[in-house]
């Protein structure tokens, strides 16, 4: 059972453009959501997350929306730069459970 | 400050081998994850720590054993390799299980089985 989806494996963006990353759950029991931004050979980093409780939470040029009716995130990425290019990966956290659930990522690739 | 270190960054191993991935992070975190990531899927948590000398099962625990004698170190061990845990694997650290409080991951070691 894929909790956490991301059904876009990969997107192309123009530099100077708008990225939106897009991610489904099916639980609605969650404590919070978040992102990560995956390079090649390195670990996970953090992004950015947003409350369960909350609709939309921004960090610079990053923006997350939550669509609680709809089950639904997305990550905002304005303006995006080639330094973005990376796989972004959507993870839930809580609904009582000490692991984050994450989604298969979706590769980011900023064109100059 | 390094955060979160694991060794090796790479191994192969034949069927049947045993080897020790090691973890140690700096940032006095409680709890500690050992996640795997298989080709084009999503990371996968094995196994957790809630701090020194206590450690549970996450979702994919089958073939693996892990230890915490210090707040420091939480080393994974592979005692059968066999092929099914051919994966990167990554260990991970946060101060507290909640979502606002970030896991902080290494670069993860790449491990093939043959």
């Known amino acids: 059972d894929q909790q956490v989806k991301q059904n876009s494996p990969s997107l192309r963006v123009q530099e100077g453009r708008i990225s939106i990353l897009n991610c489904d759950y099916t639980?609605?029991?969650?404590?919070?959501f978040l992102w990560y931004k995956k390079y090649p050979a390195e670990g996970p980093t953090f992004l950015i997350s947003?409350?369960?409780?909350?609709d939309k939470n921004e960090d610079g040029r990053f923006t997350v929306f939550l669509n609680k009716s709809a089950k639904h995130l997305s990550l905002h990425i304005v303006p995006s730069q080639p330094g973005d290019s990376a796989v972004y990966f959507c993870?839930?956290?809580?609904?009582?459970?000490?692991?984050?659930?994450f989604g298969k990522g979706t590769k980011l690739s900023v064109i100059p | 400050n390094a955060g979160v270190t694991q060794t090796p960054k790479f191994r192969i191993l034949k069927i049947g081998q045993s080897m020790t991935l090691q973890c140690t992070q700096d940032?006095?975190?409680?709890?500690m994850y050992w996640y795997r990531q298989d080709p084009g899927m999503g990371l996968k948590l094995i196994y957790y720590s809630v701090g020194a000398g206590i450690t549970d099962k996450g979702e994919v625990p089958n073939g693996y054993n892990v230890s915490r004698s210090t707040t420091e170190d939480f080393p994974l061990r592979l005692e059968l390799a066999a092929p099914s845990q051919t994966s990167v694997y990554f260990c991970a650290s946060s101060p507290t299980p909640r979502g606002n409080q970030p896991q902080h991951f290494g670069d993860g070691t790449r491990l093939s089985i043959l």
């Open positions: 639980n609605s029991m969650f404590d919070y």
């Open positions: 940032m006095n975190h409680n709890y």
């Open positions: 947003i409350s369960s409780i909350k």
């Open positions: 993870a839930r956290s809580g609904a009582g459970s000490y692991q984050l659930t």
